[in-house]
Nanobody
Framework: VQLQASGGGLVQAGGYLTLSCAAT????????MGWFRQAPGKERELVAI????????NLADSVKGRFTISRDNAKNTMYLQMNSLKPEDTAVYSC???????????????WGQGTLVTVSS
């Protein structure tokens, strides 16, 4: 599986962005997927995770109520809808594929290149 994240950019606090993660390969629809972010000087953080059919999701406490993770297996694409953005959401966001447990341990079978999200105050 090859992954490519897109949709980042510069937005004012309170604004919104939608990130996309496009996947190639046959195993996307069988893979649990996750969004990670890494801010300068900070460790990588799991932001959101979704199972292969989208039945189960989990969001980090810091983004609950503001972010939504979803996927469209027909399009081999995963999304992260980010609302009410805060300056502390500024980071490089990356998508990844792997098992639920591995993703929770910040491990993955496949990583995509990141996309930068900058939230100005």
């Amino acid at each position: 599986v090859q992954l490519q994240a897109s949709g980042g950019g510069l937005v004012q606090a309170g604004g919104y962005l939608t990130l996309s993660c496009a996947a190639t390969g046959r195993t996307f629809s069988n893979s649990t997927m996750g969004w990670f972010r890494q801010a300068p000087g900070k460790e990588r953080e799991l932001v959101a995770i979704i199972t292969s059919r989208g039945r189960y999701t989990n969001l980090a406490d810091s983004v609950k109520g503001r972010f939504t993770i979803s996927r469209d297996n027909a399009k081999n694409t995963m999304y992260l809808q980010m609302n009410s953005l805060k300056p502390e959401d500024t980071a490089v966001y990356s998508c990844a594929a792997g098992s639920w447990n591995r993703l929770f341990n910040s491990e993955a079978d496949y990583w995509g290149q990141g996309t930068l999200v900058t939230v100005s105050s």
